[in-house]
Each structure stands twice: as C-alpha cells, then as structure tokens.
C-alpha cells in the first residue's frame, strides 16, 4: 500500500511511450497501453485487498512553501479510494483490451491509446488525491482528457462541437469547484480532506458557509456527472469512439462528480440544505433524464441519457445521506454501463449505424453481443438478482428513510422509464425481422467480446458484495470508522421497486417485442409531450437562445467598440505619423538647390528676428 | 583711396554675394552654379580685405585670410569640376536637378 502513487503512473508511462514512438509501434501501441493498465490493475487489487485487512494508509510530501503556508501532495489509500482505483483500472485495462479490435485500422490508433493512458492516469490519479488542490488538478486534467478523447475524430465537425461543448459546459462547474475549494482554504487554512472535515466538525466554520461551500462544489459535480441543469454535454459527447464513452461517459470520469460528493461527504451532512440540494438535483436529473431516454433513437444516446439518469439516482442517494448507496450505485453501474456501451459498440461495429429504427433481428447474429447486452439491460432495468437491483434498492430506501417521500416516489417513476426504455432498447436492436441491408453482419473479435464478458460476470455479481440476504460487506467495511451510517429498510420497498422494473418491461415488450401495442401509442396521443420529450426539453435551444445568444450579442457589442474606437483611434494615431512621415520624405528631394533655398531663407528668417528682437530669443 | 567709404566696400560685397546666392540657387548648369559660389567666396574676401584696411584693429591678418580663401577656393573648384566631369561622364548632363543621387 506504501507504493499506490505507483498505480497511476503506469498509464502515465504508457502515455509518454505512445507520445514517444507511437508512430513507429502503430497497432503494436495496444500491447503497450494493455499491459501497463493490466500492471495498475494488479496493483490497484492489491491495494485493495491490503485494505480490507489494514487501516488507512496516507502519506504527503512537501511541494510549495508560501510564507507560512505548506503545500502537500501525496496519497491516500481509504475505503473509497481503494474500491475507485479498482474500478476505475478494470474498466480502463477493459476498454483498453476491446479498443485493439473496436479501432484497428484507424490512422491515429497510437494516439488513441496515448490519450486513454493520458486519461486513465488522470483519473487514478484522481481517486487517490489526499487534498482538494490535488483533486483539482487531476480533475481538470481529466478534463483535458475527456475533451480530447470526444474530439478524436476531429475531422468531423459535430465531434469538435461535441468536445468544445464537453470542455465549457464542465467548466462552468469546475469554476463553482474552485470557488468553493478557495473559500473552504479561506476557512479552514487548509487544502486536505481531514483538516476540513475536522474544522467543520469542531464547529470553526459558520452553518452558511458550510452550505455555500457545500453547494459550490456540488456544482463543480453537477458539471462534471452531467446532472441538470449542466447535463446537456454528456449526451454530445457520445460523437467520440464508443470505448471511450464506455470508459469516460459511462464508467469512470462522470462518476467523478459521485465520487467528489463521496469524497467531501462529511461536509455535506453537515448542512441539511446542502444534502437537500443534492438530492433534488439528483432526483430531478434521473427522471428527467429517463424520460428524454424513453423516445431518442440514437442507440449511444439513450445510453447517454440513461447515464445521465443513473448518475441522478447516484447523487440522490447521496443526497439522502444514502453514502453506500451511492458508492455501491457507482460500483455497480460502472460495470453495468461499460458493459452496456461496450456491446453497444460491438453492435455498432457490426452494422455501421447507431440509429436503432434500422436495426433488429440481430439476435441470431449476434450470438455473444446479444445475451451481454441483455445482462447489461437487466441490471440497469433493476431485475431482481442482477448487480443493479440491490444498489437501486439501496437508493430508494435511502430516499425513503430519510424521509424524501416525493424524491422516493419521482426515484420509483424514473426506475419504470428505465426499464421501459433499456427493454425499448433491446427489442428493437435485437428482436423483430432482420433488415435487408444488414447482410454482413458478424461477432466482433475476441478482443472486443472477452473484456464484455469479463463485464458481464460482474454486471451479475457485482451487487452480492452488498445484498440485505446475504450480509452487507461492502456497505460494513465503507462506513468502518467514517460513521457514515447504514441504513435498513421496509421489504414493501423493495417489491415495488421490483413490480415497476418488470412493468417497464412488459410494456417495451408489448409495444416493440410482441408489438401487440401501437408503437407511437404515445406521439399520436400526446404530440406535444412527445415532441418535447424528442427534442430534449428544448434545452439545448434554450441555452442556445438565451446564453450563446446573449454571449453573442455582447461580443458584438464588444467587438463594435474594438473596431471603431479602438481601432479607429489606432488608426487616426498611424495616419498621423504616416502623414508625417510622408511630408518629410517629400522635402528630401535631393535638389540641392532646394536645400540651399531652405537654408537661406531660414537664415533670412532668423536674422529678421535678430533684427526685431535685437539679438535676443524669447 | 581715403574718398571711397567703408559702406561702398561692403556694398559692392553685398552686391556680390547675392548675385552669387542668385546664381547658386536659381541655375540649372552646375558649372554656373560653381561660378556663383566662386563670386559668393570673392565677396566674402572684399569683406576680409575691408575689415583689415577700415576694421577696428586694422591688420595684415585679414588679407592673409584672403588669401587662403582664394587657395582654398581654387583647390575646392578643382574637386567640383573633377565631381563634375566624372558625373558628366556617367549621367551625359550637367543639369545640378538632375543630380539628386545622394538622397537615397
């Protein structure tokens, strides 16, 4: 455990390599980038397994002494952060392995790998940050990777909106972020976790100050997870490669804002109004999203939405002093959500298209894809047994023990949608006739199916870890000397929870399965709602309308003055001395005679007032 | 000699000098324009040789000035005809406004 600073620095050595000779490696780059995340993987399971035995480990360095202020980087090696290390390496050292089949024989595959290693070290480096200045920098460097992983088809000219759209829209949190890591050091004299905690705990930090702080990083997470009203980015930035909306979309980075919650955890409790912020927000977002879910078409859209969604039921969770089931959510959806998009990526490499109206039937040819991606769909769906579930279980008795009634009930609806549209999902890729013009098509190679079937295992077991029939280890060792608290609930809650998966279900399979239902039942009953619902609530317009508008009205505004009376004054200054300049070339004639003329009259001239004055100037 | 005032001297040398001044900066043909500077120095020598007759310490010194001013003259006409016939050569005028190579 002494030696976790290691883990990050594999795909940061691989990133380098890459960087280095990834021209002359070209597709031998995967090796490279594959087993320098299968070394983090190893390790990070090691830390793991040191952890469950020992206590936390944490050691800092000196890095900047200011007068009296001492700066420190380090590590840390908690509960949390032991179990993100290993999510958060699985997943990579996964994508990393599907990508050598899902990107071969693109151009700039080396630079794919650079910038996933650039990225994985960015986010390992991430959940081990003892300090919120650390925390900040990786943050914004996994930004940085996000961004360019969106953009990697850059040719394309939606994929460089997408990756411009990504980078400000998380901005716009990271600056609430920053504002609220300043005022927290103003506070409290300190960046690390523990000096917070402790200050907030002993009483040093006034109740406003907790919930304005509270609240400010809340919005660096909102940015950063996609929640509403900061979301609309997310489903953008399904233009980059699939493996990487597998890994940064789905797995890893979005949780980022989860895990940052996770991480200040004691300072939101601390403020009613923070946690209540948190779970509005994180309620409001999981059915807003669903809904928008129930009727996109793009197959890597719903699953965006439906991120965006689970996201909600994550920060809900937390919100509803839910800790476990929110790190427990996060766990479970990072392999369930991977596994989703990673099949969805396999199906997208078999049949070229993303629009799910012109798939179906691909069941039979899809012999591996298929059942993975049915897996996929009932975890996420929250089918009893699968990993999904018991963390979704554990959400809503959160909600409900902590006395959000409305939330638990708006949790419920959202888990309905999200049955419905993941089965929605699943029965018009896979059930139904054949299309004609998909003749070719064939499984993935095994690089692309062993990391889904690795994803597959634990999108099953992945839940048992934490279960109310078999004992809650995860949840017990999560909350071990952190007082978190863990929360027991009614059975009534977990029954409805199950009824309105399977309801969800039953009716994507009367109206896309069976097809017993009229497939627009709902846009030629309610038109409008449908029409709202398709175009995203229009928020994406409305921001378009009011900010980018707005910001261009301004900038016009702006850019009037700079050209007329900026430059205008510039160039009245330059005409001047140019005039000048001119005239003065224009004396200079070379004609002597000239010159002399000047001279003599100039001497004319001083002599007359020499006469005048009487041999004196002024 | 004792009739002829001062002022006629300086007169005449006035007179001179602008005619040369005249001639300098009005004359196309440089071996005019060389003459008029030749009768603006000559002007200047009356003035020497008055001022060392008539001056308010009347000496041998202003006549030697003369004197250099003439060699000194000479010499230079000597350069400027040499300038002037090498142009000459070259450029096939002796127009001084056609002569403005020194400005670039």
Redesign the interface.
Known sequence: MENAWLIPLFPLLSFLILLLFGRQLKEASAYVGILLTLASLVYSVIVLAGRLQGPTFKTEAGWLQIGDLQLTVGFEVNQLNALMLVIVSLVSFLVHTYSKGYMHGDERFPVFYGYLGLFTFAMLGLVISPNLLQTYIFWELVGLGSFLLIGFYFYKESAKQAAKKAFIMTRIGDVGLLIGMVLLFWQTGSFEYDDIFAAVEAGEVSGTMITLTAILIFIGAVGKSGQFPLHTWLPDAMEGPTPVSALIHAATMVAAGVYLVAAMFPLFEASETAMMTVAVIGAVTAIFAASIGLVQTDIKRVLAYSTVSQLGYMMLALGSAGYVAGVFHLMTHAFFKALLFLAAGSVIHAVHTQDIEKMGGLWKKLRLTGPLFLIGTLAISGVPLFSGFFSKDEILISAWTHGNTFLFWLAVIAAFFTAFYMFRLFFMVFAGEARSQMKNVHESPVTMTAPMMVLGILAIVAGYVNTPWFGTFLGDWLVEGNGHGHTEGPVWIMLVATLVSLLGILLAYLMYGRRTMERDWLSSRLPITYSILYNKYFIDEFYERSFVYGAKAVSLFLRFIEVFLVEGLLKVVVGLVQGLGRSGARV??????TY??AA?LGLAFLMLIFAITGGYFG | MTGVPVSAYLALALILFCIGLYGALTKRNTIIVLISIELMLNAVNINLVTFSKFGMNPSITGQVFAVFVIAVAAAEVAVGIAILLSLYRNRKTVNIDEMDQLKH
């Open positions: 200079q004639s070379g004609q002597t005679q002399g003329m003599f």
